[in-house]
């Protein structure tokens, strides 16, 4: 089965201050997943990051989604 989402090393910014660092996940086609953690530790900010809100700059790094960057 293929890769549905890869990131590879994402790194972002907001307001120029760094807000995530390093992020790699390999989801694969049928997968399920599960973001869990305490509070501020970036589950929200990742998804934000993924679904491309403009408030968060990428700054390094590659978000691939069913073969598309």
């Known amino acids: 089965m293929g890769s549905e989402l890869v990131i590879k090393n994402l790194h ?8 995530l660092r390093g992020v790699d996940l390999v989801v694969r086609q049928g997968e399920i997943h599960a973001l869990m953690g305490p509070n501020g530790s ?28």
Do not use: C, H, Q, R
């Open 12 to 19: 972002a910014n907001i307001e120029g201050k760094p807000i």
């Open 42 to 69: 970036g589950k929200s900010t990742l998804a934000n990051v993924v679904m491309g809100n403009p408030k968060y700059e990428v700054t390094d790094g590659e978000i691939w989604f069913k073969g598309e960057n």
